[in-house]
């Protein structure tokens, strides 16, 4: 049975670690010397291999979800990383965004974890998405309604306003898609099935503008109309393509990857879309500039899921800080779910 636990950590992990030594580089300095390989250094003086935060709250997260789901463990996991170094690369941490910082130490002078992050319109960072992925295997055979509680609990301990919950159920609800469809098909499903979605929780509906580029398809009336009404034209190729968000076909000067978190999830579903394997969408990510290791971790999440584990060089596994640490994790993380049948 496919280890999707695996792909999930190592796919951010690797993508994260491409990212790190030329995080807030932009993308003209970043094609001067582009990165083709696994490097070291640069902008945190770091070895080659080192993940930031972004691997290491995903860690937290799954090595919590080892032991079944519990937001206060959750919660308990991710304060002994930024005050006790626990599952940092090598021992301390070295970058933190300031909203998952202010969150973190609210959980440590006692937030209630949903009630942690912040709510202001400034505080749609990347920070809940970039750690979000470990939640699939948990989620992989609920209902939505069930999905969406649990999405925005986990996202709300460091992010906690609609737009970054928003952003969290789009890329775990695309991910799931992934399991069973390519990556195109998977945005075109994304899109009609969240029509319905958005009108049963307003309040994520009033932020969906916001990903009209993922989201901005046909309705499902419009869909189910002319599937009726022109059995051909919906058979057909042009229909496919006509009927998949714009983010597939947008151009690469189109392409934002900031800190903010509708631009690292449409950055990395276009990464996914523009290549053909894991280390083509990750190198792509990475050579965007801007926000090099969250878009490298959310585009290598995906990739992983889309191609596999074995798809990840394997020389870029094995420089990973903490590696056989990673194997462990991964192998308790798949134990407790592998009576899911993926």
């Not at 003209?28 to 990165?35: G, K």
């Not at 799954?62 to 940092?88: M, P, Q, R």
Request: one cysteine or more; a negative charge; charged letters at 20%.
């Amino acid at each position: 049975m496919r280890n999707i636990c695996k792909d999930i950590l190592f796919g951010v992990a690797v993508g994260d670690a491409l990212g790190v030594p030329v995080e807030f580089k932009d993308r003209q300095t970043i094609a001067m010397n582009p990165v083709t390989d696994m490097i070291g250094y640069g902008t945190h003086q770091q070895p080659p291999g080192t993940w930031s935060d972004d691997s290491s709250l995903s860690f937290c997260l799954a090595e919590s979800l080892c032991d079944g789901y519990n937001l206060d463990d959750i919660s308990s996991k991710f304060v002994g990383w930024l005050y006790k170094g626990h599952w940092t690369p090598h021992g301390e941490v070295f970058d933190i965004g300031n909203t998952t910082r202010n969150a973190i130490n609210n959980l440590k002078n006692g937030s209630q974890p949903t009630l942690a992050g912040e709510t202001g319109d400034y505080s749609n960072g990347n920070g809940s998405l970039m750690r979000i992925l470990p939640l699939l295997p948990h989620l992989v055979h609920l209902s939505f309604e069930e999905r969406y509680q649990i999405i925005s609990d986990v996202s709300s301990i460091t992010h906690r306003h609609p737009r970054s919950i928003l952003g969290c159920i789009v890329f775990i609800e695309y991910a799931l898609n992934l399991l069973h469809q390519d990556s195109l098909l998977s945005l075109r499903k994304l899109s009609l099935d969240f029509h319905n979605h958005l009108e049963k929780y307003p309040e994520l509906g009033k932020e969906a503008h916001h990903y009209h580029r993922l989201l901005g398809c046909m309705t499902n009336e419009e869909y189910d109309s002319l599937k009726i009404s022109d059995p051909q034209a919906y058979e057909s190729i042009d229909f496919m393509e006509a009927s998949i968000p714009s983010i597939s076909s947008a151009s690469l000067d189109n392409i934002r990857s900031g800190g903010y978190i509708v631009d690292t999830l449409e950055a990395s579903i276009w990464c996914l879309i523009n290549s053909k394997n894991y280390k083509e969408a990750v190198l792509l990510a990475v050579n965007l500039g801007g926000d090099t290791d969250t878009t490298g971790a959310v585009t290598g999440g995906l990739a992983a899921l889309c191609y596999g584990f074995e798809s990840i060089p394997e020389n870029w596994v094995n420089q990973l800080a903490r590696v056989d640490d990673i194997v462990e994790l991964s192998g308790r993380f798949y134990k407790y779910y592998m009576s899911i049948n993926f």
